[in-house]
Nanobody, 124 residues
Framework: QVQLVESGGGLVQAGDSLRLSCAASGRTFIRSTMGWFRQAPGKEREFVAAITWSNGRTSYTDSVKGRFTISRDNAKNTVYLQMNGLKPEDTAVYFC?????????????????WGQGTQVCVSS
């Protein structure tokens, strides 16, 4: 398994940017598709973005396309989520996750390793 620790959350205003980081430990990181999910109060955890390990293929949920960018640095065992143009509806706890599947899956059930989450609050 991969151990994951998120950082970079905070309180920002609408229109601001944040970059979340997810530091991974474990030799399997390089062969893990990495994903970001989020969970708002009272709602289900939902997919945000994913990036494969082999060729960097990405996928995004429609609500963040054009605003968020997922990337990874295998040398640093780190995956990032650059969030621009933040909106109040982006407020949630953001979780990093890993799966051994080599495709940018949006399925929460496919991810077996999870971090503890980092809070993002966007005020209007």
């Amino acid at each position: 398994q991969v151990q994951l620790v998120e950082s970079g959350g905070g309180l920002v205003q609408a229109g601001d940017s944040l970059r979340l980081s997810c530091a991974a430990s474990g030799r399997t990181f390089i062969r893990s598709t990495m994903g970001w999910f989020r969970q708002a109060p009272g709602k289900e955890r939902e997919f945000v973005a994913a990036i494969t390990w082999s060729n960097g293929r990405t996928s995004y949920t429609d609500s963040v396309k054009g605003r968020f960018t997922i990337s990874r640095d295998n040398a640093k065992n780190t995956v990032y989520l650059q969030m621009n143009g933040l909106k109040p509806e982006d407020t949630a706890v953001y979780f990093c996750a890993a799966t051994s599947l080599n495709l940018p899956t949006m399925s929460r059930a496919a991810f077996g390793s999870w971090g503890q989450g980092t809070q993002v609050c966007v005020s209007s």
